[in-house]
């Protein structure tokens, strides 16, 4: 069986020690056995069939003694002493791993083991096999590796050696082919029959294409036919029901350009006149209802709540502009912080505005760009779009809830404007973390506890700027980034480890 996570997002990540981090979605962990303090193998597979660079591998097994491994499928009679009774005989093999459940109402067990021959002098696997009546697959070959390592998981996250960079290592090994390639992204698969787990790295262009089409026969040809025909090369496909009405169905494909040369041919203009072209959008009612780069990979599940509101998969057009505007003033390779607050004056209450450029201190010293929606952007001929704009590009937010220092006022200082920048970035899911003055829990707690169900971190102005205090921002922040972010950490970064 083959899991697929389509064209996942490749970003520069690095923990606090400098270990490079590569992402596993959470649906290929759990089939593939990859639990966190998972030691695992990880090779860069030779270049094959005009590819520019090989596959990089992941597995728990050798990836060098694949040749040696098979998997054997055993089906009993349910009965106490079932699994011992159908082990191996022969010492010559190692269990590598098993798997075993009770099926058929309780009448039969099935039993799967990864077996590793250990000398290769013994017989081999369809010898024993032969006599004991098992159902085998074989593993092997063994893979041609131009280089490989041991690496550990963590949260999600294959935590490679620090001098170990994989970029460097294609480009190293394929000098002639890595710039063909998007070394940013990858489509990931898991062969949980071989339990490897692989990336492949797509030439420059690809795209997630999703095509919706009347379950009648002889539309995947129409469609795939088009698809040729456009200059695309199918890395993956899935061919769904799910999440369709009754009659319809959906052909989810990673499509690159058929070589460097036909980048410019491969778009979904040219795609959507071919369809119509063919007949099949008239035959079939195709419809182009996806069309996207790489996406964040999922590292872990989120449960939805019905008829909640979820991020658009594009922005409107009239919009975009004021995204690609806001995208140019930060670097791409930083997260984005947006930080909702309130704008006092600065004469009246220098230790609030203190607050907030230590705040944006510890952001940029976790290697992230505070974004802000200034005084000057609101005063300007668009507020709303160029507010939204920076809260579309934001992988986070920090609202600060605090009040004025100088007039007695004990009141949370939250705005309309706050509320609707809370709102926005809740809606499409992005992790919020809410600092709470101490001095304003009472008030807060009786009008606003509601966004205390996002995170929220209590100081006080004597220990928010205390680094070896739990209450501290740099703690605070710290704790906050670390969890939600953990393949961004910047490596000379103590914010969040003070003490």
């Given at each position: ?272 006149a071919l369809l ?46 004021f995204i690609e ?55 300007g001929r668009s ?117």
């Open positions: 069986m083959l899991i697929l996570s389509g064209l996942v997002e490749l970003k520069h990540r690095a923990d606090s020690r400098g270990q490079q981090l590569l992402p596993v979605p959470w649906y290929h962990r759990g089939a593939l056995g990859l639990m966190t303090g998972t030691d695992v193998r990880v090779g860069l597979e030779r270049a094959e069939n005009g590819r520019p660079v090989g596959d990089l591998v992941v597995s728990v097994l050798d990836l060098m003694k694949l040749d040696k491994i098979a998997t054997v499928k055993i089906s009993a009679a349910e009965s106490p002493g079932a699994i011992r009774d159908n082990l191996p005989k022969s010492h010559s093999y190692n269990i590598a791993l098993a798997e075993a459940a009770t099926v058929a109402s309780g009448a039969r067990h099935e039993l799967t083991m990864v077996l590793q021959l250990i000398n290769p002098a013994d017989p081999d696997v369809e010898t024993i096999s032969a006599a004991e009546g098992w159902e085998v697959m074989e593993h092997g070959p063994s893979l041609d590796l131009a280089w490989r390592t041991i690496a550990s998981l963590q949260d999600g996250w294959v935590q490679l050696p620090a001098d170990n960079d994989w970029r460097e290592q294609i480009r190293e090994h394929f000098p002639d082919g890595a710039d063909k390639v998007d070394l940013n992204a990858a489509v990931i698969c898991s062969d949980t029959e071989r339990r490897l787990l692989r990336l492949v790295f797509p030439l420059k262009g690809a795209r997630t294409v999703a095509i919706q089409h009347e379950d009648e026969p002889g539309a995947l040809d129409a469609i795939l036919g088009c698809l040729f025909e456009a200059k695309a090369n199918i890395l993956s496909a899935l061919l769904r029901r799910g999440g369709m009405r009754s009659g319809l169905a959906s052909l989810i494909a990673v499509c690159e350009p058929d070589g460097v040369e036909q980048a410019s041919e491969f778009t979904q203009a040219r795609l959507s119509r072209e063919s007949g099949a959008a008239k035959q079939f009612a195709t419809n182009i209802v996806r069309w996207d780069g790489p996406t964040e990979p999922q590292l872990n599940p989120v449960a939805r709540k019905a008829n909640r509101w979820i991020k658009p998969v594009e922005a409107r057009k009239e919009f975009r502009g505007s806001a995208e140019r003033k930060y670097s791409a390779k930083r997260r984005k912080i947006f930080l909702s607050r309130r704008f006092f004056d600065v004469d009246l209450c220098q230790q609030t505005n203190r607050l907030f450029e230590r705040i944006k201190k510890v952001l940029a010293d976790l290697g992230a760009d505070p974004v802000e929606a200034t005084v000057d952007i609101v005063q507020p709303y779009n160029e507010v939204t704009s920076r809260l579309w590009i934001a992988d986070g937010g920090i609202m600060v809830v605090t009040r004025p220092r100088n007039n007695g006022d004990v009141h949370a200082s939250i705005t309309p404007s706050m509320g609707h920048e809370f709102g926005y970035l809740d809606g499409q899911e992005k992790p919020l973390l809410v600092l709470l003055d101490a001095e304003c829990v009472t008030d807060f707690n009786e009008n606003y506890a509601v966004l205390r169900a996002r995170g929220c971190g209590e100081f006080t102005h004597v220990t928010a700027f205390d680094a070896k205090s739990e209450k501290s921002i740099d703690r605070l922040i710290g704790h906050w980034f670390r969890e939600n972010f953990p393949g961004d950490m910047n490596s000379d970064s103590t914010a969040g480890f003070a003490g």
